[in-house]
């Protein structure tokens, strides 16, 4: 029997006990049915969580793109792969059949040979939600090249330290992007930030803005021309279950960015599996995943998941305020989307327009509706589920990470019943566990802990790209032979997983995640500032706001306080990028520390947060009277 497509509760039990019991059938036979190898593998999986090392489908030979297109070519040639919507609802959507992605897709891969991209070099993508970002993307999965894409919301240093960081021999980029009503310059940025790249010997430039913009001779190239002249017949390169299909980069708490690495096989097998149980995708449906390809949920549920299922996915060029706040629902009517997924962040933001932009629409279409990226409350869990679900299409509240690779732990609609607020259960293959402090799995139901993960799943992340140590100390240390999502959760009486938050320095801003460290740097550099330390704080749009403590090296720089926000602002949106912003700053003589250094952060987060009832023993900090003084400036700032 294929467990492929899991219709009711029995059979999600059943088949979730088969996958715990038998992993490596259970996941041959999968693999086996569904796609496409030219080569089986010898082995099924091979895993050590103390080096880390795991392997899955060891042996096996496959292209990943001749299971996103050209298995389907026979069969669904001229049904729309990907729906491309513009920015500005004037412009005329464009449907991709998958006869035209597969021409697209091959002609895009001949001009990267012919720039001299091989299998294995890194290639950076820097691209606007436009086509091109998922043609390339696919363009360099075709002939083995790792893409690295660079959400383009990052800033030129941002996007400077990921190039370096794995050696991208290219950039792909575009002119400009529309975002609402602006434009941005986008190979201004990429040309700043290729000034510290001494490496990329080539930028691939496509037309998006119509902008004059400066090419460098020799370096820069406009795309079209590239693809008019070569072939649209590009032979897959056969590739390794275990060759590197990408790097993305996460926020760490601290250091600078970690490149995960995903790898080809596995990470197929279960983006497929999970895009096919969790949003009961059928073959007419159309599907509309919000996210931004620069993201984890862009890559694993725009482009690979829904195109390895035959899928037709919706690409969203711009954002929900434009025109006006009905856009979102306005495509929801146009294209007929059965499957809307999106993020916490964008559902409160749209509750508070009031529900006129909504009813304007029809959105009968729908029939699941998704959240992904930070925990959903209460009240945007139940806004979305009556006004745009009509209370008749199910929530799924996905939760997942860049390094999970696929959703992990999630209701499957019209399967599992939904209750606000919880993910539910894992999903099939899943093993979770909560840990206690001291390392102590804690078993039973009504409990929380730590949220770890006991035995591997396809698409986990295999390490950080030249750093596997820091792979093994940042998520397999914590709890022996575990891996440590760095969330907290909490199971309720029936077995139900609530996501709680993190529990490192990571603080997730409109569903971003962002490290405290890399922008306590970014603040750092400002001249006035001597020290600094960043927590979150509650925000009712952005889920988290960050909150900067500044210490300056001169009490009197004070005087300009104003102009000192502003800057230290200006200096973050130039390392970082404007969604790392603090939204507020309190300048303080001293910032609360243990007496080896370490700053308490808990007391921070607890003043940040307007709790200061109950700090906790604060006599054993080595400065205990800067707690109060950081009390008094916190409620005079207010
Ligand atoms: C958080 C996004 C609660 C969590 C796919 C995780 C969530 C981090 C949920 C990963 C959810 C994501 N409920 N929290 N449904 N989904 N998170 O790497 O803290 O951008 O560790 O991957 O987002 O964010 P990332």
Redesign the pocket.
């Known amino acids: 029997m294929s467990n492929y497509h899991i219709k009711h509760l029995e059979e999600y039990y059943q088949v979730y006990r088969k996958s715990i019991r038998e992993p490596e059938n259970f996941w041959e036979e999968i693999a086996e049915e569904h796609f496409m190898w030219q080569n089986k593998w010898n082995n099924i999986l091979s895993w050590d969580f103390s080096k880390p090392e795991i392997k899955w489908f060891e042996g096996a030979k496959l292209n990943i793109t001749e299971n996103c297109i050209d298995r389907h070519l026979t069969t669904r040639g001229n049904k729309t792969a990907i729906l491309f919507e513009p920015n500005n609802p004037k412009e005329p959507s464009e449907h991709i059949t998958y006869n035209q992605l597969s021409k697209r897709v091959n002609r895009f891969a001949n001009v990267l040979k012919n720039q001299g991209i091989k299998k294995g070099d890194r290639v950076c993508i820097y691209l606007p939600m436009i086509p091109e970002l998922a043609i390339s993307v696919l363009a360099c999965a075709r002939i083995g090249a790792i893409h690295s894409v660079v959400f383009a919301g990052f800033s030129a240093t941002a996007l400077s330290t990921r190039i370096n960081d794995s050696d991208c021999k290219m950039v792909i980029t575009s002119d400009g992007s529309y975002r609402g009503a602006k434009t941005i310059n986008l190979k201004g940025i990429v040309d700043e930030a290729l000034d510290s790249c001494p490496n990329v010997n080539s930028v691939l430039v496509a037309k998006r803005i119509q902008s004059e913009i400066n090419m460098v001779e020799g370096r820069d190239h406009w795309l079209q021309p590239l693809l008019d002249e070569g072939s649209d017949i590009c032979e897959a390169e056969i590739m390794d279950a275990e060759d590197p299909l990408f790097i993305l980069y ?1 926020s760490g708490s601290t250091g600078k960015p970690k490149g995960m690495v995903h790898t080809t096989a596995g990470y197929m097998v279960y983006t497929a599996y999970t895009f096919k149980n969790v949003f009961q995708y059928k073959e007419d449906d159309i599907y509309w995943c919000t996210a931004d390809i620069g ?3 862009g890559h694993s549920y725009i482009v690979y998941g829904p195109l390895a299922n035959g899928a037709t996915t919706v690409m969203f060029e711009g954002v929900p305020s434009y025109p006006d706040f009905g856009r979102f629902w306005e495509i929801v009517e146009k294209h007929k989307i059965n499957q809307f997924y999106t993020a916490p962040t964008a559902i409160r933001a749209l509750a508070k327009q009031g529900l006129e932009v909504v009813e304007k629409h029809d959105l009968s279409s729908l029939k699941v509706l998704g ?6 409350n209460e009240e945007a869990w139940h806004w979305y589920n009556d006004n745009i679900g009509k209370k008749k299409s199910p929530i799924v ?8 690779g696929g959703i992990m ?2 209701p499957i609609p019209f399967v599992t019943p939904t209750k606000p607020t919880y ?1 539910t259960l894992p999903f099939i293959g899943i093993q979770p566990a909560l840990m206690d402090e001291q390392g102590e799995e804690i078993k039973g139901n009504q409990v929380s802990g730590r949220l770890c993960v006991k035995f591997p799943w396809p698409s986990m992340a295999r390490t950080i790209w030249g750093n596997h140590q820091r792979y093994k100390d940042t998520y397999f240390s914590a709890f022996e032979n575990k891996y440590f ?3 907290g959760a909490l199971r309720d009486e029936v077995g139900y997983y609530r ?1 709680t ?2 529990v490192d320095d ?1 603080i ?1 801003v409109s ?3 962002l490290g405290t460290a890399p922008i306590e740097d970014a603040v750092n550099e400002h001249p006035a500032v001597a020290e600094s330390a960043i927590v979150g704080f509650p925000h009712d749009v952005k889920g988290n706001a960050l909150y900067g403590y500044v210490i300056l090296k001169d009490v009197g720089e004070t005087r300009k306080h104003n102009n000192l926000r502003k800057e230290i602002n200006q200096i973050i949106t130039e390392h970082i990028g404007p969604i790392a912003k603090l939204d507020k700053i309190q300048f303080t003589e001293g910032l609360p520390k243990t007496r080896s250094g370490k700053i308490m952060r808990r007391i921070l987060r607890k003043i940040a947060h307007n709790d200061t009832s109950n700090l906790g023993d604060t006599s054993t900090l080595l400065n205990p009277e800067v707690v109060q003084s950081i009390i008094d400036g916190h409620k005079n700032d207010e």
């Open positions: 996460t993201w984890i949920t959240s992904v990226g930070e925990p959903i509240d996905t939760w997942w990470q860049t390094e999970t732990i999630t993910a999502t760095g969330d996501i938050g993190r990571v997730i569903g971003h995640n």
